[in-house]
């Protein structure tokens, strides 16, 4: 079946760091992307996504692109904050059947140091 | 409502008492959707809603979980009998109609311990 996998944390940096928190996937057909980030003591929240081979999702400096031809969809951040501290999810949609739930990854905790 | 409110945000319960856990979903927005979250711990499906259809119960682990959901209203899971590894936080999400690619709004939650 579909499967998300991320790379293990903790992930411990220094504030302005470059960051990556890789993720593949194993889907049937084109499922869509998704990062999501869970700030602490606060819900998941959708951090960016996207749709189709070669689409890149952004949003609040956090890129990822949607790469078919490695199954990835790694999420980057040219520099670091420490308001960045939180735990972050990749997950896709499943598209078989017809209930467009997600597949999540484990998640990985970022711990971003002043 | 704003966002997808969800109720209590804390639970602490005997082991074997039954517990029932609300989620208020965005207005307007007819899939919903519940997942649990183990501490160390990725989100696990339990159930899906989309408006009038019959629910996908798949990923509910035993018959001890249930639930309902009126409409394009109110959820609640029910949990009976509680186990100590019921405890995790649990997580209802809403989204537009067969809004495939435009992710889920969550609430924050439900923590549920059983001791």
């Known amino acids: 079946g579909d499967s998300v996998t991320q790379m293990e944390g903790p992930v411990t940096l220094s504030e302005e760091a470059f960051l990556t928190i890789n993720c593949t996937y194993t889907a049937t057909g084109y499922p869509s992307l998704f990062w999501y980030v869970q700030y602490p003591g606060e819900g998941l929240q959708l951090l960016l996504k996207?749709?189709?081979a070669d689409d890149k999702g952004s949003n609040k400096g956090f890129e990822a692109t949607y790469r078919k031809e490695t199954t990835s969809f790694h999420l980057e951040k040219g520099s670091v904050q420490v308001s960045d501290s939180a735990v972050y999810f990749c997950?896709?949609?499943?598209?078989?059947?017809?209930?467009?739930?997600?597949?999540w990854g484990l998640g990985t905790s970022l711990a971003v140091n002043p | 409502g704003a966002g997808v409110s969800q109720s209590p945000s804390n639970k602490v319960t005997e082991k074997g008492k039954d517990v029932e856990l609300r989620c208020d979903p965005i207005s307007g927005h007819t899939a919903l959707y519940w997942y649990r979250q183990r501490l160390g711990q990725g989100l696990e499906f339990l159930i899906y809603f989309q408006g009038n259809s019959a629910p996908d119960k798949s990923g509910l682990p035993s018959d001890r979980f249930s639930a309902e959901r009126t409409g394009e209203s109110v959820s609640t899971l029910t949990i009976q009998r509680t186990q100590q590894e019921d405890s995790a936080v649990y997580l209802c999400?809403?989204?537009?109609?067969?809004?495939?690619?435009?992710?889920?709004?969550f609430g924050s939650g439900t923590r549920l311990t059983v001791v």
């Open positions: 999400a809403s989204s537009p109609d067969r809004a495939k690619y435009r992710g889920y709004t």
């Open positions: 996207a749709t189709k």
């Open positions: 997950a896709l949609s499943d598209l078989t059947g017809n209930n467009r739930k997600l597949i």
